[in-house]
């Protein structure tokens, strides 16, 4: 247990569906994350929030939607998705921003399917 | 920004030294390097961090030449439970944004 849960594991859905991401951490961390991992590729951040303030957006399209309720509280809603969209979305949390002595720790993922 | 550079898959068996070496190139002043190791179905989660020479901890050493152009993460005496994916990350400062390069990870293979 990394003190970061993640709901659900699983997710299939249509591409017509809307559907949310939950993450929740226990660690009183300040920075929260969305990654996406896809085969083969690195991971990919898509969002940062910190004190609930969205700091960053990497270019990510406008089919994810992330809300930020209080610091301890992350999700991402899905709405059109596309089969590309497919891969196995992680949350993380930091203490503050992540880099030195800001370690990430990382909830187990949800796996979305997408048809 | 920087990109990283690891190894796709390396093969040990148990017992051995495990050394994974990650390239940077185009690290910047202020950056640090983190390894994350990450098993089936789970988060990655952190191993090690440092900055130049050598850091060591419970369950790994980093080495990281002066030119900081590439890291070593060093696993003494790899079990079977350390097979896993190994990622390499450094971290960049943009702006006021800090970009999280993530590398494409080294799958540890341990064999009996």
């Known amino acids: 247990e990394t003190g970061v849960t993640q709901t659900p594991r699983h997710l299939v859905m249509g591409m017509t569906n809307k559907k949310s991401l939950k993450c929740e951490q226990h660690?009183?961390?300040?920075?929260m994350y969305w990654y996406k991992q896809s085969a083969k590729k690195p991971l990919e951040l898509m969002f940062v929030?910190?004190?609930?303030?969205?700091?960053e957006n990497n270019s990510v399209p406008s089919r994810f939607s992330p809300e930020c309720p209080n610091s301890s509280h992350l999700f991402l809603h899905l709405h059109t998705l596309q089969p590309e969209d497919s891969a196995l979305y992680l949350c993380?949390?930091?203490?503050?921003?992540?880099?030195?002595?800001?370690?990430?720790?990382f909830g187990p993922g949800t796996r979305l399917t997408v048809l | 920004l920087a990109k990283t550079t690891q190894p796709i898959s390396m093969d040990s068996y148990e017992g051995q030294e495990v050394n994974i070496t990650c390239s940077h190139n185009?690290?910047?002043?202020?950056?640090?390097i983190t390894w994350y190791q990450q098993f089936p179905s789970q988060g990655p989660r952190f191993i090690i961090q440092?900055?130049?020479?050598?850091v060591t901890n419970e369950v790994a050493s980093l080495f990281i030449p002066a030119d900081r152009k590439s890291s070593t993460l060093s696993l003494p005496r790899v079990s079977l439970s350390d097979t896993a994916v190994y990622y390499c990350?450094?971290?960049?400062?943009?702006?006021?944004?800090?970009?999280?390069?993530w590398g494409l990870g080294t799958s540890l293979a341990v064999n009996p």
């Open positions: 660690l009183g961390h300040n920075a």
């Open positions: 990350l450094v971290g960049q400062n943009a702006g006021n944004n800090r970009k999280l390069i």
């Open positions: 185009n690290i910047a002043t202020n950056d640090y």
């Open positions: 929030y910190n004190f609930k303030e969205q700091t």
């Open positions: 993380a949390s930091s203490q503050g921003p992540a880099g030195r002595y800001n370690e990430q720790f």
């Open positions: 440092g900055y130049k020479t050598k």
